[in-house]
């Protein structure tokens, strides 16, 4: 079974720049999650899909940072401008049940310069 | 704002002790999640226990929770040096909060 596949795996920008992070999630998986983890914290959520509508996003910052799921599966995550402190890994999720197991891709880091 | 904290936030053994971690949390939950996250990869799932069990057992892990005292514990046996990583507990009725995570080093 493949796992979440999340891209790039790297990103260096400057701030004021655009970036998109993609996800990929497990086949059949309905529950996409993003999180970002700052070094050394705990992974923060930031939005939360059931199938391609929101089901949280109270913690997304939603003048710069935007998210979608496209059909219910891929998902991409949109930050526009940059600031320093995004400067962060980038954590998609997806599980088959609301509140089960979640499985995690291998994250994208960025690198606000 | 983090819903589960783990005690300690960094622990360091010898190969072969045993690793115990505490989390703690502050609202009722469904069920209460573990897991490690090995340097710069993603977080792996280890065990879930569900809020009206108080002890489950997988493989060199056990995982007790004590809903009174809204904490669980997370013990590693016998433990190898591949077991250096984070752990972090998850909780959350809906959304899945994860707290600071306990960072492991276990010397060969």
């Known amino acids: 079974e493949a796992g979440v596949a999340q891209s790039p795996r790297y990103k260096i920008i400057e701030k004021r720049q655009s970036v998109a992070f993609w996800c990929n999630p497990i086949s059949g998986h309905a529950t996409l999650y993003w999180y970002q983890q700052i070094l050394g914290q705990g992974p923060k959520l930031l939005i939360q899909?059931?199938?391609?509508?929101?089901?949280?996003d109270s913690q997304l910052p939603k003048d710069r940072f935007s998210a979608e799921r496209l059909k219910g599966v891929d998902s991409t995550l949109k930050i526009q401008p940059a600031k320093l402190e995004d400067s962060a890994v980038y954590l998609c999720?997806?599980?088959?049940?609301?509140?089960?197991?979640?499985?995690f891709g291998e994250g994208s880091r960025l690198t606000v310069l | 704002s983090q819903q589960g904290e783990e005690d300690p936030q960094a622990l360091s053994i010898q190969e072969g002790e045993n690793a115990t971690m505490n989390c703690s949390y502050k609202?009722?939950?469904?069920?209460l999640q573990w897991y490690r996250q090995n340097s710069g990869r993603g977080l792996v799932h280890l065990i879930l226990?569900?809020?009206?069990?108080r002890e489950k057992h997988s493989g060199r892990l056990r995982v007790t929770l004590d809903t009174s005292k809204k904490s669980s514990s997370l013990l590693i046996t016998a433990s190898r040096a591949a077991d250096t990583a984070s752990y972090f507990c998850?909780?959350?009725?809906?959304?899945?909060?994860f707290g600071q995570g306990t960072e492991l080093s276990v010397k060969p």
């Open positions: 609202t009722s939950i469904n069920n």
């Open positions: 899909f059931q199938n391609n509508g929101v089901v949280d």
């Open positions: 999720a997806s599980s088959l049940l609301d509140r089960g197991e979640l499985f």
């Open positions: 226990i569900r809020s009206n069990e």
């Open positions: 998850a909780t959350g009725g809906g959304k899945l909060i």
